[in-house]
């Protein structure tokens, strides 16, 4: 079974207007996921992580229902069939 990463509706442009990628290849990591997308969907990829690989401030990644932030970031573990949900932050005043 394939992992599946959902994009949030601004990120849709960069990969086709697709709203959810199935990733073909098993990845072990959230990281491997990414590099997945990215080797398919650069410019996607560039939205996501910076230059220096983290996840940007304002992009949130959960593995399921839980927040990467709170569980080993990049290195959190993903099996086939797990939903990666890419969501952008928002913030206001």
């Not at 990120?11 to 199935?22: K, N, R």
Request: hydrophobic share 45%; proline share 5%; aromatic share 4%.
């Amino acid at each position: 079974m394939p992992v599946t990463v959902v994009l949030p509706r601004a990120l849709q442009p960069f990969a086709q207007d697709a709203g959810a990628l199935e990733l073909p290849a098993s990845c072990a990591t959230v990281s491997g996921a990414l590099r997945a997308v990215g080797e398919r969907w650069p410019v996607l990829l560039d939205r996501v992580v910076t230059e220096q690989g983290a996840v940007r401030e304002r992009v949130n990644i959960f593995v399921g229902e839980e927040s990467i932030r709170f569980a080993h970031g990049l290195d959190t573990r993903v099996t086939d069939g797990d939903t990666i949900m890419i969501v952008a932050a928002v913030s206001g005043g």
